[in-house]
T-cell receptor, first 114, second 111 residues
């Protein structure tokens, strides 16, 4: 069976500090991978998605970046955090089942920027 | 722009009642539809998926899809306090592409 891991689970960082969040998927190969952010009481905001190693599509962020160094590893980074970067960061993966993709979420990282 | 709309709620139902959650989407080419449940402080959990017009039942949950009217709904029968959560509707236009999420409907089941 497939599992998705994220770490750390919680993180408190000062404004201006760097960020690195990691996500790994087990039990599958060549998954599509996604980073979402969910601000308190808000919906899911897609940040990045990747259909393969080194292939990253960016949706919104200015000071965030993503990398996919290995097939089942997805990393979210920032050089300098902003207060507005606080939120619940979710990694997700999807796979093809019959004629559709199905998406599953990791446990998430709760980031507080002070 | 592809949009998924949900009533934010909160929706309150008594224990044992049927909870009805609704979602509309803008892209007529959408192919796959999903309902996720998100408990407070936790990540979304997939509970139902539906691809064809009509009803799909899984235990106490029934998903209903009407592509002509561009809506998808989730019925929860015999609602339990443990069903209290935010329910997210999601749409996938085509395989290999993005998933679009609604902002979620908050459901409270009152004992």
């Amino acid at each position: 069976s497939q599992t998705i891991h994220q770490w750390p689970a919680t993180l408190v960082q000062p404004v201006g500090s760097p960020l690195s969040l990691e996500c790994t998927v087990e039990g599958t190969s060549n998954p599509n991978l996604y980073w979402y952010r969910q601000a308190a009481g808000r919906g899911l905001q897609l940040l990045f998605y990747s259909v393969g190693i080194g292939q990253i599509s960016s949706e919104v962020p200015q000071n965030l970046s993503a990398s996919r160094p290995q097939d089942r590893q997805f990393i979210l980074s920032s050089k300098k955090l902003l207060l507005s970067d606080s939120g619940f960061y979710l990694c997700a993966w999807s796979y093809r089942e019959w004629v559709t993709d199905t998406q599953y979420f990791g446990p998430g990282t709760r980031l507080t920027v002070l | 722009q592809k949009e998924v709309e949900q009533n934010s709620g909160p929706l309150s139902v008594p224990e044992g009642a049927i909870a009805s959650l609704n979602c509309t989407y803008s892209d007529r080419g959408s192919q796959s539809f999903f309902w996720y449940r998100q408990y407070s402080g936790k990540s979304p959990e997939l509970i139902m998926s539906i691809y064809s017009n009509g009803d799909k039942e899984d235990g106490r949950f029934t998903a209903q899809l009407n592509k002509a009217s561009q809506y998808v709904s989730l019925l929860i029968r015999d609602s339990q306090p443990s069903d209290s959560a935010t329910y997210l509707c999601a749409v996938n236009v085509s395989p290999g592409n993005q998933f679009y999420f609604g902002t979620g409907t908050s459901l409270t089941v009152i004992p």
